[in-house]
C-alpha cells in the first residue's frame, strides 16, 4: 500500500502565502515524479506543479513566478510554497506521485486526498 498525506490548506488574505506538504508513505522503491494539481468548483483539475527525479520542474502560466515545487527526496516529500496569493487560486489541491513499488514494477500514479486552499478578504 502507498499512501500520499497532504497538509498545510487554510484560509488566508489575498497576497499572503501558504505552504503545502505531502508525504509519500508504504512500500515504495522509487519516486520519478511528484506534484501538484487543483480543482475549482465548477472547473477541472488542472497541474499546477511538478518535479522529476531529475530535478526539473514544470509550473503552470498562471502561477509562474509565485509559487514553488520542492522535494525532499529522503523524506519522499513534496512541498509547494504559494505566494502572492489571489483569490482565483482557490481551490482543492491534489498531491500526485508516480511510485514505483518494486524494482522492476511499472509506475502507477498515486492521489491525496487533498487540502482546500481558500484565497479571500
Known amino acids: 500500500q502507498v499512501q500520499l498525506v497532504e497538509s498545510g490548506g487554510g484560509l488566508v488574505q489575498p497576497g499572503g502565502s501558504l505552504r503545502l506538504s505531502c508525504a509519500a508513505s508504504?512500500?515504495?522503491?522509487?519516486?520519478?515524479?511528484m506534484g501538484w494539481y487543483r480543482q475549482a468548483p465548477g472547473k477541472q483539475r488542472e497541474l499546477v506543479a511538478a518535479?522529476?527525479?531529475?530535478?526539473?520542474?514544470n509550473y503552470a502560466d498562471s502561477v509562474k513566478g509565485r509559487f514553488t515545487i520542492s522535494r525532499d527526496n529522503a523524506k519522499n516529500t513534496v512541498y509547494l510554497q504559494m505566494n502572492s496569493l489571489k483569490p482565483e487560486d482557490t481551490a482543492v489541491y491534489y498531491c500526485?506521485?508516480?511510485?514505483?513499488?518494486?524494482?522492476?514494477?511499472?509506475?502507477?500514479?498515486?492521489w491525496g486526498q487533498g487540502t482546500q486552499v481558500t484565497v479571500s478578504s
Open positions: 500526485n506521485a508516480l511510485i514505483q513499488r518494486i524494482r522492476w514494477g511499472v509506475p502507477i500514479d498515486y
Open positions: 508504504g512500500s515504495i522503491f522509487s519516486i520519478n515524479a
Open positions: 518535479s522529476t527525479s531529475g530535478g526539473s520542474t
